[in-house]
């Protein structure tokens, strides 16, 4: 299916958990439904850490993209699976370093568009598109990356929190690897996504999350396989690790208790 995608609906269905809504839930926002918060609340029986993860997931995000602006001097961001917009969502966190940063942010949730679009598109610097992330294609070829993304700049593709929602069918590393050959060299990756060690943790997720999902869902992977989706490409230091521990900041993050599942991940360059 990586050079077929499915035709994107822009009707929300509340009658199926999506990971967009839940993902919003965990964070504590407000674009959810009953179902959603049942899903989810039915999920942190068994895996009771996943509110923490998220929330430290989104505060990686937001030290990653200020530290790319801020170090590296990145103006462009192109944001994979990008959520419902929260507080400080990538291209604030980018404009604030400088307001000429350009954010394009893709989800193929309708809610993403149909909440998200008056904040994710707060400026002429900024637009969000519905589509399926394995198209690259279709996103490289979009008005909108065409509008706001010169290819001949580095760029910092995102893939935060989504790798997971890709099937091995669909190559999740060939994905990334297909982004990272449209880009400059300069450029950077950012990947990270739900891992376990425990194989009964990842069978049960996996499990629970494709069931609920109707199908929206990837697989919980193994630290290893995350590292081979970054092939040939410049791991940066630290390395990829439990991304609550990439370059903390000051400020006091929620500890994962638990640690039955993880989020894991890190940034890559291209050379
Ligand atoms: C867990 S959220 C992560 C949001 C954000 N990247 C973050 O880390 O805060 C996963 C997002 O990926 C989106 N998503 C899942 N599969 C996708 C696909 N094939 N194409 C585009 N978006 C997808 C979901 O709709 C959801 O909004």
Not at 234 to 259: C, F, M, N
Request: overall charge negative.
């Amino acid at each position: 299916m990586s050079q077929q995608t499915p035709p994107q609906s822009s009707v929300v269905d509340v009658s199926i958990p999506s990971v967009a809504r839940m993902y919003d839930y965990y964070l504590g926002g407000k674009d959810n439904y009953a179902v959603d918060r049942a899903a989810c609340d039915e999920l942190s029986k068994v895996v009771p850490s996943t509110q923490v993860l998220a929330l430290n997931n989104r505060r990686f995000l937001q030290r990653v993209v200020r530290w790319l602006a801020q170090e590296h001097g990145i103006r462009q961001f192109i944001d994979h699976g990008s959520g419902l917009p929260t507080q400080d969502n990538v291209h604030q966190v980018a404009q604030a370093v400088d307001p000429a940063s350009r954010v394009v942010y893709i989800d193929n949730d309708p809610i993403v568009l149909a909440h998200g679009r008056a904040l994710l598109e707060e400026n002429a610097n900024t637009a969000v598109i519905q589509a399926d992330m394995r198209d690259t294609d279709g996103i490289f070829g979009s008005p909108e990356v065409k509008r706001l993304i010169d290819l001949d700049q580095p760029v910092a593709a995102l893939f935060v929190s989504v790798l997971h929602c890709i099937p091995d069918s669909d190559d999740p590393g060939g994905l990334v690897a297909r982004v990272a050959e449209r880009l400059v060299p300069g450029s950077f990756l950012v990947v990270c996504q739900l891992v376990s060690e425990d194989p009964a943790t990842r069978d049960f997720v996996t499990n629970f999350m494709a069931e609920s999902t109707h199908g929206q869902w990837g697989r919980v992977r193994q630290a290893h396989e995350l590292a081979a989706f970054l092939d040939g490409l410049e791991i940066q230091e630290p390395g990829l690790v439990e991304v609550s521990t990439w370059k903390p900041d000051a400020e006091l993050g929620p500890r994962q208790l638990t640690k039955e599942w993880i989020e894991f991940g890190g940034v890559a360059r291209k050379a």
